[in-house]
């Protein structure tokens, strides 16, 4: 094949007259030039392992500090009070033998410069872990900011003028703290009181005083224990046990999808969108090894955020086990795995060294439009696999995939930076029936055809006949938000940066020397033949029994929302409370993910929306109360989300706390009914937001139709729905909502509509009293923008 010969760098043959050495040029200067980047990165990341190592302070401030001590000892002085005549008397004798005493000296006035240096570093560095362990500030109001939270921000404004690398934060960032028992479980009773009857929650209470009574106090030790030695107590635990020993389906129950803009589609030609799609993609790869990524922070304010989870975006792959499965990371791969009509392909994106242009890309993704050759005898659905049962999936590959043919082109993909799907079909608000394209749109994403995606993939690219994209994340690696600001650079960098000819075409030139995709070759036996089938059926299934959907609420967004002196977050928590209980007849348990990236390697905690706040205004609205009251109701369940959002981000949340108690006493062997009975309570709403953290790639203003529709993910529970919602911009809200056909109970379309009815009624109610409320004193709001 021509990318076999390509690839050769020498050939020789033996003749009677001796040995026959061909070499290929060409081919050598590739490796040369490889060579030549392998090192430029080796020396990029060694530069910046230095740079964030010293952060706060810089390489060059020791020059200052060398500079200050050599000066200060010409003007015979002494600032080491007797420590470098110490040092001077402990060097190396060879140092006495060829330098002059006062040669020596200055070695030990360096010696010491730098001892001083990286003294002044560690303090550094403890300073801005105290500041940034300190979180009152979140919980203050407008106009009542204590003098201690006014030091805080004038030291935080200090710390942060320096910029700084994507990880610079890391090591200075706090740990997740262990919250004392008898919180938890104070706050957990709490949550469950209007979801229980008197006698319920009664033996609810006497189980959890069991618990902390005998059981519970031992637990905390361990964990305890964990958290002193652990970088983070939770998220190894989290990662292992919630995600990857899951021995059921990923498609659906845990991967999650992002969808493209709602009103645009920058190209319709589908080789040219793959094309600016994989190379925007593929710059913000170097920008993540380069650590030039900005760290995340909380939004409005200086205050980072973790960014561990962005160390295993690429080139990761979930590998399936028996017992549980394993997240693989490789070194920067140079190909991406491009799925298209039944056949898997194998594009090399760099060559000789060279990220190829976006237009070299697309012509590569037209070559396998192109390509009419047929699939590989079991080829076509090879990726159900990866959709169904993992224990049969392990099975298969630990006994075809481990050899040959099998196995290199499975490396193929999994080694590969991401995966692309070319679909043959066209998605997108179109046609005469826009709402429902969404919704098959968001299924298309969410499952596809069940064979045509690679799930285990960190996340898959899918680029439709008409333009549209879209991507499936693997959930184990990294939670929605770090994939969301992977996605709003690819979209924006897609538009606005890299662009399109007049033609839909993209731009720059071709070298027609590139040789083609390299098809992957498969030997497919009966055996796996057969449990493709039947994990096809399985996935078929579980994609078949989804029901969702989206839906763009353009009513008012969150700017009306703010008028009102209210969260927008908390007003669609609660207005999902009362969609809820108008669509059920009653509450439930409800989740919705926090963040605890604020502390090192934090992932997620859980916020009960459900309070016994929020019930009682969703009752009182429903009972006919007066306005008035119900007014007064809304505020304090919107303070009440509020505080509990609030905890939850610092680390005084409930969910994670009980998580890894259970691990615990399963590794010591030991049963609680208190525990037992907690970790079974069914979510029967869970709900998520789609954080947007780059709106200035975007410019709305001048760009006001390219607007992201955000994404969602299956239902948690069987009998239950799954809501994600993206607040775009000042008066867009854009919903998805998922359910299961098999439950009588639940049904998609219904929910976003009592969801719809649920925010205009209770606009409605502020609307009356928002003259008053905005003249009120204090708010509801945190106070990150007033401070920071």
Wanted: glycine share 6%.
């Amino acid at each position: 094949m021509a990318e076999a010969h390509q690839a050769v760098a020498f050939q020789f043959t033996i003749t009677p007259e001796g040995i026959d050495l061909q070499l290929s040029y060409q081919a050598l200067n590739q490796i040369y030039l490889s060579g030549v980047r392998s090192w430029k990165k080796r020396v990029s990341r060694m530069k910046n392992r230095v740079i964030k190592g010293v952060y706060p302070a810089s390489p060059s401030s020791w020059l200052f500090v060398a500079i200050g001590i050599l000066a200060t000892m010409y003007m015979q002085s002494d600032p080491s009070m007797g420590l470098i005549a110490k040092i001077q008397q402990h060097l190396p004798l060879s140092l006495h033998v060829s330098l002059s005493s006062q040669g020596q000296t200055m070695v030990s006035a360096l010696v010491f410069s730098t001892l001083l240096w990286l003294s002044l570093i560690l303090a550094l560095r403890f300073c801005l872990k105290l500041l940034l362990s300190y979180h009152h500030w979140m919980f203050e109001q407008h106009g009542r900011v204590s003098n201690t939270t006014k030091v805080w921000v004038t030291l935080m404004r200090l710390f942060s003028r320096k910029k700084p690398l994507l990880y610079s934060y890391q090591t200075s960032l706090p740990h997740l703290p262990v919250p004392a028992i008898q919180d938890t479980l104070s706050r957990y009773l709490e949550s469950v009181r209007p979801l229980l009857t008197d006698s319920e929650f009664q033996q609810m209470t006497t189980l959890a005083n069991e618990f902390e009574s005998t059981l519970g106090h031992r637990l905390q030790r361990y964990l305890k224990l964990k958290a002193l030695w652990a970088t983070n107590y939770v998220s190894d635990w989290w990662e292992e046990y919630v995600y990857l020993r899951s021995r059921g389906p990923i498609m659906v129950n845990s991967n999650y999808y992002g969808m493209d803009f709602l009103y645009v589609t920058p190209t319709s030609v589908q080789a040219a969108r793959a094309g600016n799609t994989i190379t925007a993609l593929m710059l913000y790869r170097r920008k993540v090894n380069r650590e030039e990524l900005t760290p995340s922070r909380v939004p409005g304010t200086v205050i980072p955020l973790c960014a561990a989870q962005c160390e295993r975006m690429f080139n990761t792959t979930r590998t399936p086990g028996v017992e549980t499965d394993v997240l693989q990371h490789w070194q920067d791969s140079e190909f991406v795995a491009v799925y298209h009509g039944g056949r898997y392909f194998r594009l090399w994106v760099y060559r000789a060294g060279r990220l190829l242009s976006p237009r070299e890309i697309e012509y590569q993704i037209q070559r396998i439009l192109d390509d009419s050759s047929p699939p590989f005898p079991g080829e076509e659905k090879l990726g159900a696999l990866t959709a169904g049962e993992r224990i049969p999936w392990a099975q298969m590959r630990q006994q075809f995939f481990r050899s040959g043919l099998n196995k290199k082109s499975l490396d193929a993909i999994e080694k590969a930076a991401f995966f692309i799907t070319l679909d043959d079909e066209e998605q997108g608000m179109k046609g005469d029936d826009p709402a429902g394209n969404l919704d098959r749109y968001a299924k298309s994403l969410l499952h596809g055809k069940c064979y045509d995606r690679w799930f285990d993939k960190s996340f898959s690219i899918v680029i439709y006949k008409n333009g549209k994209s879209g991507l499936n994340a693997e959930h184990s690696w990294a939670d929605a938000p770090t994939v969301a600001h992977l996605w709003e650079y690819t979209l924006a960098t897609d538009a606005f940066q890299l662009g399109y000819t007049e033609e839909g075409h993209c731009k720059g030139e071709v070298d027609l020397s590139l040789p083609p995709p390299q098809r992957l070759v498969w030997e497919i036996s009966p055996e796996v033949q057969a449990q493709v089938c039947s994990s096809l059926v399985v996935a078929q299934a579980l994609a078949d029994d989804v029901d969702c959907h989206v839906f763009p609420f353009r009513d008012f967004g969150k700017g009306c929302i703010k008028k009102c002196r209210i969260s927008p977050d908390a007003f669609i928590q609660i207005s999902l409370q009362l969609a809820y209980y108008r669509d059920r007849g009653g509450f439930c348990l409800t989740y919705e993910a926090s963040m605890t990236r604020l502390f090192r390697e934090g992932r997620t905690e859980t916020v009960r929306s459900c309070s016994k706040d929020s019930c009682a205004f969703v009752r009182a609205l429903e009972s006919g109360q007066t306005e008035e009251e119900c007014r007064r109701l809304f505020r304090l369940a919107s303070e009440k989300h509020q505080n509990l959002y609030r905890m939850a981000m610092t680390g005084a949340g409930i969910d994670r706390h009980l998580f890894c108690l259970y691990v615990v006493s399963k590794y010591l062997g030991v049963d609680s009914p208190f525990l037992h009975k907690v970790l079974s309570e069914p979510w029967r709403l869970s709900t998520s937001q789609t954080p947007v953290q780059q709106l200035e790639l975007f410019d709305l203003k001048n760009n006001p139709d390219y607007i992201s529709l955000g994404g969602g993910f299956g239902p948690v529970a069987d009998d239950g729905y799954g809501v994600s919602y993206i607040i775009v911009g000042e008066d867009l809200i854009n919903f998805h909502v998922s359910s299961k056909h098999s439950c009588s109970q639940t049904d998609s379309h219904r929910f976003g509509a009592q969801i719809q009815k649920a925010l205009l009624d209770i606009m409605v109610l502020l609307s009356a009293d928002a003259k008053s409320s905005s003249s009120s004193k204090g708010s509801n709001q945190p106070q990150s923008k007033k401070l920071l």
